[in-house]
């Protein structure tokens, strides 16, 4: 398996274990063309400060049970957005504020968006 298709396995697990804790406007990005120290991103929104934590805590134990692998770095623990980073995806989880404040989508609008392959949630608002 290439190296990207790995680091493709690995965002579509933390993706799943996301939205099964109801993670919202769950979107990966292929930034390895244009970073080198990582080779894509996870970017999830959740609702307040516990359902954050509970969305970080879903993803850690995900990725741990299916790719025996835990983060090399976390970063703001308690707040409204977390980074997790596994080396291959860097995985940041954002309040709706802190999402919009921040504009990753909008700061990396030339990269590819992977597939997750969530299953459609049929809510349309």
């Known amino acids: 398996m290439s190296e990207i298709a790995e680091s493709t396995q690995l965002l579509r697990t933390a993706a799943k274990a996301a939205d099964e804790k109801l993670g919202t406007d769950i979107i990966g990005l292929d930034v390895s063309s244009t970073l ?21 805590d879903a993803i850690e134990q995900e990725v741990q049970l299916v790719h025996d692998r835990t983060p090399l770095r976390r970063e703001g623990r308690g707040g409204d957005w ?12 954002f309040s709706a504020e802190q999402r919009e404040y921040y504009a990753l989508e909008r700061l990396w609008k030339d990269v ?14």
Do not use: C, K, M
């Open 36 to 56: 080198y120290i990582t080779d894509a991103f996870l970017i999830v929104s959740a609702d307040n400060e516990r359902q954050i934590g509970a969305v970080i």
């Open 82 to 93: 977390v980074l997790l980073d596994f080396g291959e995806i860097v995985v940041h989880v």
């Open 112 to 125: 590819p968006v992977i597939d997750l392959q969530l299953p459609e949630t049929g809510s349309d608002t």
